[in-house]
């Protein structure tokens, strides 16, 4: 049974750079298409990255996408999420997931991690 931990999160400026990780445990992490979502308070959960098992990155048509990239280290077996310039907007608790059938993109993933808060404060 594959298990996915988010760490990293924390409280940061507005301005300020972070980089989350997804550990995965049981599975290699190329045998799943990974993706990161995030919920806001009092939203729901949006979609904002994944990759494919071949690596292949795919960012959603949003103003996100100019600020994160999304990297995978197979010997880690960790997928990154890096950001940059955060906004108070990027508040949130940032979940990864995995899918092994999918391609990365917002949907269709079975296995999810706790999560990670993170709090951008101006």
């Known amino acids: 049974q594959v298990q996915l931990r988010e760490s990293g999160g924390r409280l940061v400026q507005t301005g300020d750079s972070l980089r989350l990780s997804c550990v995965v445990t049981g599975r290699p992490i190329s045998d799943y298409a990974m993706g990161w979502f995030r919920q806001a308070p009092g939203k729901e959960r949006r979609w904002i990255g994944g990759?494919?098992?071949?690596?292949?990155?795919?960012l959603p048509n949003r103003s996100i996408r100019d600020r994160i990239t999304i990297i995978r280290d197979r010997d880690e077996n960790t997928i990154y999420l890096q950001m940059v310039n955060l906004e108070s907007e990027d508040t949130a608790v940032y979940y990864c997931a995995a899918d092994p059938d999918g391609e990365g993109y917002n949907e269709g993933y079975k296995y999810w991690g706790q999560g990670t808060q993170v709090t951008v404060s101006s």
């Open positions: 990759m494919s098992r071949s690596g292949t990155l795919h």
